[in-house]
């Protein structure tokens, strides 16, 4: 069993920037495939960036270019560097773990809410 604790989010102005932790416990997150998810009010749950075991990122079109995700397995954390945000980033953001080749999103933090605004 994972746990996952995010940290990191909080309200910044556009253009900003904002750096999210996650911290797993409970089992090596080096097993696992790590995303960063994210839902926004009345909108579904979509996957920002993820980074496989071997250290491979990918991310959705809008966040290519300001958004990156790493992983330190030596500290069981994966982190989500934002910069020049947005108010269409405004959401509450998902740290999972899983087996992405398999479609398997098996663990979920609880979330961070991120706001940008003026």
């Known amino acids: 069993q994972v746990q996952l604790v995010e940290s990191g989010g909080g309200l910044v102005q556009p253009g900003g920037s904002l750096r999210l932790s996650c911290v797993g416990s409970?089992?090596?997150?080096?097993?696992?495939?790590m995303g960063w998810f994210r839902q926004a009010p009345g909108k579904q749950r979509e996957l920002v960036a993820a980074?496989?075991?071997?250290?491979?990122?990918t991310y959705r079109a809008s966040v290519e270019g300001r958004f990156t995700i790493s992983r330190d397995n030596a500290k069981n954390t994966a982190y989500l560097q934002m910069n020049s945000l947005n108010v269409e980033d405004t959401a509450v953001y998902y740290c999972?773990?899983?087996?992405?080749?398999?479609?398997?999103?098996?663990?979920w933090g609880q979330g961070t809410q991120v706001t940008v605004s003026l």
């Open positions: 980074i496989t075991r071997g250290g491979k990122a």
């Open positions: 409970g089992s090596a997150l080096s097993l696992y495939d």
């Open positions: 999972n773990a899983g087996d992405y080749g398999s479609l398997e999103y098996e663990y």
